[in-house]
């Protein structure tokens, strides 16, 4: 019986793929892919993977050697050298999943003893079966919102020439050319494209100091993905660009709080105002903020401004794990949830931006304080998002501050969040307010 269970889920086992020192992805012949979730190692099957989303990217991992599942000995390995080219290195390949999917296993790996910092990234696992790539993600939000298929340069470009005449001397506008031309970001491209949700960077300065800030990083092991702003908007600058957008694009949604910016709750002294014209002029579109929640007196004031909705970021709803990732300064957790509470009193629209890592999310410890938490604030969305940071670093330090069980799974977890909670929205973008209910 257990021979032939052992046949069947080889059958069903997903080969695992490799890279050489020039960068090309191979499949490696006799070894199955295998995915990791802290200290749980478990080879990729069919059934637990799916295509490689459209838009995703594959990585090489420097400085690691990549953890495959030997079909012929039935056994987890940690490859040195390429087995049939003895001598030639080998690393561990991951893929970076499109918006809207969560990983539910890491690529595995281990490091060597010059390994470095990765980028910030998030590094599923992932592997080849029948002709395709194959990654350990589950779909949690399908809109095409950052769909890079609907998204043509030459139409974004199309779209920046006839902004300029509208707000020839908007610095806002000009701030957002260079984020969807240089960095591609994704938002930027869509309020040139006149679709779904427009950023409104503001903010120069924050009070947090995350390990996975995008643009503002201490730890020169880790680059910045892009540079923050490098100036505050005025008030009229963001009401202008808010209301292009709105004007035209129908359940429209503008947002405050980019990848390219601190904390827009330091930005309050242009922000409300801006909210204020926006709402002097229109009630249609949907401002929202996505912020640390770090002040909720600000809070309070943007939500009586007008402010809609309003996303927190949070990767475990435990102040010790909390705190020792975004590092706050000059506030505390209690703070955070004090904004909650805040805006949901106001009757804001309320999502968590849940930073999410397997291994450490799906940890019984952390599904439980999730649980209660969502009982105690009922939020309306949990947005999942995949933390990008190095998950090795991350759940070492996650490990130091309070231990953790074996993880029950993503998949598991979310269909558990769904289950019990069924009025939460479980997704990845922002809704406009038009789907709040």
Known sequence: MSLKKSANQQNHQISALVANQAGEIFELDGY???GMAGSSLQPLSVSRTRTLPF??????????????FNLGTRKIETLQENPYAPGEPLFPVAAFNSPGYVITRVSAYQETKMARHLPLFSYGAVGWYRGNFRSAVILVDPEPRQDLRQMKREDVVAGMEKLRIQMPSNRLRAHLEKCALE???PAGKNFFLGRYEAPLPTAQKCNARCLGCLSQQKNNEIPCSQDRIGFTPSSEEIAEVALAHIGRVKKSVVSFGQGCEGDPLLAAHVIEPAIRQIRAQTTQGTINMNTNGSLPDIVKQLCAAGLNSIRISM????????????RPKGYGFSDVLKSIEVALERETFVAMNYLNCPGFTDT?????ALFRFLNQYPIHMIQWRNLNFDPLRYWKTMTGITRHGE???MEKLIKRVRRQFPQLKCGYFNP?????K
């Open 55 to 68: 838009g995703s990217e594959l990585m090489l991992l420097p400085d690691r050697r990549p953890v495959l």
């Open 183 to 185: 960095y591609g970001c």
């Open 364 to 368: 019984p410890e952390e599904v439980e």
């Open 315 to 326: 990767n475990s709803v435990r102040q010790k794990c909390y705190e020792a990732y975004f």
């Open 32 to 34: 199955a892919a295998v």
């Open 407 to 409: 993880p029950i799974g």
């Open 432 to 436: 406009p307010k038009e789907r709040f």
